[in-house]
């Protein structure tokens, strides 16, 4: 295969070829005329009724019996959940890698790939949430699935939770596109774009921006007036608009995906009557059957700590999910889909060992990798210094444990013994939601190498 290929430029009889390939090697039966028949349509971008009509099938027959065992077989094939809207997508993405693992020139000093296959792949700096067509996103096959099988029940809420760079919202934007491959109406409310404006005029203005803008991503009329009464108070009707407008307007399930909801930490007033409200939603649910269509996703960042009253919140009903950090075998996953020849372990054990598998740390660091920006000596030397790759999540850290210096006070002693320490509870609390610290028990450590090189030099707190 040329290196020149590009994501454009694969076409299907090259994808059929390969797919049937796979097969026959895994002692499979190669696709059908009805299976060609669906990817066909796939790849010119019909619908499943269109396709049935030109090819005289039955439209529930091609997408509730060919489809499933097509796309079973297919995710089998490149290890990743494939569904008709990513099925292209996926395809592409491990033809890509395919190519990329054929014509990598590795240096055995190095480890590195040719300067040809990093164009091939042409990847870009990580930096926030991994799109969904991208090779380099590493599934956590457990939490996803037990994320879209809790996503089917319902009136479900799922809680996810995590430091920042964790990979929240990577994880929501495969939850969403799970919920549309199961024809759900979805809405994603990123609560970092609300205005100052918004959050400063209470919950009644919150509340008529929360619904205007699900009304606006359904592509509903708004029609707030409609249901808006100061009699009852905006609480209830926006409880109000939601049932007998939003989820009255259709059968379908409504999966609601609010990101960042810990932007409303710091809102006080809002967060009493926003949060107990979401909470009030799923326990309606459990009386009221227009309530079950409701399917509520919460992402908030630990960091920030905020004690509410949990009994009236969403925080302590559903599925709790905590994103953790990668295992070694991830690590080299990770790698692998850069180019990069770690198959020793070695450089994936020293990148563990300093990281202590953070996500967006590994993922930086293999990325600059293998790009040939730096050496992995040269990474190690640097990654706990201002000018290091690490240099403004340190910092970020940093200017955190100023801000309370009982959280710092709190670090110098782990960084002053080699031995896990008792911590008070809510500094361990703070300094675990950080991800700062991890817990035994009620003893404490540091998380990795990176935290105890970096602190270790810092200024004794006074």
Request: hydrophobic share 40%; proline share 5%.
């Amino acid at each position: 295969m040329d290196t020149k290929l590009n994501v454009d430029s694969i076409k299907l009889d090259f994808v059929l070829e390969t797919i049937n390939r796979k097969l026959l090697e895994t002692n499979n039966y190669p696709l059908n005329t009805t299976e060609i028949i669906i990817l066909q349509g796939i790849w010119d971008n019909k619908t499943y009724n269109i396709v049935a009509e030109e090819a005289s099938y039955s439209s529930s027959y091609l997408s509730n019996v060919v489809a499933p065992e097509l796309f079973r077989r297919i995710s089998d094939i490149i290890g990743q959940r494939v569904t008709k809207k990513n099925c292209q997508t996926q395809l592409k993405a491990y033809l890509i890698l395919q190519a990329t693992s054929k014509k990598t020139v590795v240096s055995q000093d190095s480890g590195k790939f040719s300067p040809s296959v990093r164009q091939l792949m042409s990847p870009i700096f990580p930096s926030g949430s991994i799109s969904l067509d991208s090779p380099f996103y590493i599934q956590r096959a457990d939490i996803e699935n037990q994320v879209y099988a809790e996503i089917e029940k319902p009136g479900a809420l799922v809680r996810i939770k995590a430091p920042q760079e964790m990979g929240k919202t990577s994880l929501l934007l495969r939850v969403i596109n799970y919920a549309e491959s199961l024809d759900y109406r979805t809405v994603n409310l990123d609560l970092q774009q609300v205005g100052q404006d918004i959050l400063s005029g209470g919950i009644n203005k919150f509340l008529r921006w929360f619904c205007a803008n699900i009304a606006y991503q359904l592509n509903l009329e708004p029609n707030l007036n409609d249901y808006w009464d100061e009699d009852i108070g905006s609480k209830i009707s926006c409880s109000l608009y939601f049932r007998n407008y939003l989820l009255q307007s259709t059968n379908s399930p409504l999966l609601l995906a609010l990101d960042e909801v810990n932007q409303i930490f710091e809102y006080p007033e809002i967060a009493k009557d926003f949060f107990p409200l979401l909470r009030s939603w799923y326990e309606e649910a459990k009386r009221r059957p227009v309530w079950q269509k409701l399917r509520l996703v919460v992402v908030h960042s630990t960091e920030i700590y905020v004690p509410l009253q949990l009994k009236q919140s969403p925080f302590n009903v559903g599925l709790p999910i905590q994103l953790g950090s990668f295992n070694l075998e991830q690590v080299l996953e990770l790698a692998q889909s850069y180019g990069l020849d770690w198959s020793d372990g070695e450089e994936a054990h020293l990148l563990m060992a300093t990281t202590g598998g953070h996500p967006s740390l590994v993922h930086l660091a293999i990325y600059h990798l293998s790009r040939e920006d730096i050496t992995m000596r040269q990474l190690l030397e640097t990654a706990a210094t201002s000018t290091g790759i690490y240099g403004s999540h340190l910092r970020r850290h940093q200017v955190k444990l100023e801000e309370e210096p009982e959280l710092a006070i709190a670090v110098q002693n782990l960084v002053n013994t080699n031995e896990p320490i008792l911590l008070e509870p809510i500094i361990a609390y703070k300094l675990s939601s950080m991800g700062l610290i991890k817990l035994d028990g009620n003893k404490a450590t540091l998380s990795c190498d990176l935290y105890q090189q970096y602190f270790g030099s810092q200024q004794q707190p006074h």
